[in-house]
């Protein structure tokens, strides 16, 4: 899938991972609708990035409002070629905590989002790709999503997204199994310790030990990064149903 004339569906676009892939594909000539709730933010980016780029203010979780910003996309720019999920939050709590057991309502909050938000609009977006004409290579459109490191070594605290994110590892080859008789292809990236908003309200001393636990580069992520490797998966037709670890090398220990 060639980024230059591609429209691309990004959600948690306004920040973070999903800000990077904005503005790197945009640059290569595609064009963006941003899916988040932070509408002031989500104005002031379609503001600099100027007509290649439209905000939808949308919870993912809400499949009204993602079939709007959908729908809203086609109308602004014709098509949908890429969908890419970023939205996510982590909310870490321990089964028994001090206060007692796990909330349901916590957990079930971050298990809707990371990945029935996910499924949400890989299905309404797909939906609209069958609509495109084949490329050279047969291919109608391209879904990247994103798990996590903690899909695989979670951490104390971190159950609820540990399950949502490995949920949505298990989920990408049955799909991309699905997908192939249509010519949409779909991959996971699964990043390790990133420069993301989630992290930014942890004290620098933290962040930068943080960053030393990364093998190499001994730092933390930056979301250029995996605006890189999703504009990667993007154009190179041959990367299909699966998960790539993006983290360095880090492997997360018991404790």
Request: aromatic share 4%.
């Amino acid at each position: 899938m060639k980024t230059k004339g591609s429209v691309s569906v990004i959600t948690g676009g306004v920040s973070g991972l999903g800000d990077a892939c904005a503005r790197i594909l945009v640059e290569a000539g595609g064009k963006v609708s941003l899916l988040d709730l932070a509408e002031n933010k989500g104005n002031a980016i379609i503001s600099e990035l100027g007509e290649a780029a439209v905000f939808f203010k949308t919870d993912v979780t809400d499949d009204d409002a993602v079939q709007e910003a959908i729908d809203r996309t086609m109308g602004s720019f014709g098509a949908i070629h890429v969908a890419i999920n970023c939205a996510g939050v982590g909310s870490p709590a321990k089964v028994i905590g001090k206060k007692g057991p796990i909330s349901m309502e916590n957990f079930k909050r971050v298990v809707e989002i990371n990945l029935f938000g996910t499924m949400n609009v890989i299905r309404l977006a797909a939906e609209k790709m069958l609509e495109n004409t084949p490329n050279e290579h047969g291919e109608r459109g391209v879904v990247i999503n994103t798990a996590s490191a903690a899909a695989f070594e979670g951490q104390i605290g971190q159950a609820s997204y540990s399950a949502s994110k490995a949920a949505v590892v298990g989920m990408t080859l049955p799909i991309a199994r699905e997908f192939a008789d249509y010519g949409i292809r779909i991959n996971t990236i699964a990043p390790g310790l990133f420069d993301t908003p989630i992290l930014s309200v942890l004290k620098e001393e933290v962040r930068v030990a943080l960053g030393n636990m990364v093998p190499f580069p001994r730092r933390l992520g930056a979301p250029v990064e995996y605006a890189m490797l999703a504009k990667q998966i993007m154009e190179n037709p041959m990367i299909n149903g699966e998960t790539i670890r993006l983290d360095g090398a880090l492997r997360m220990g018991a404790k």
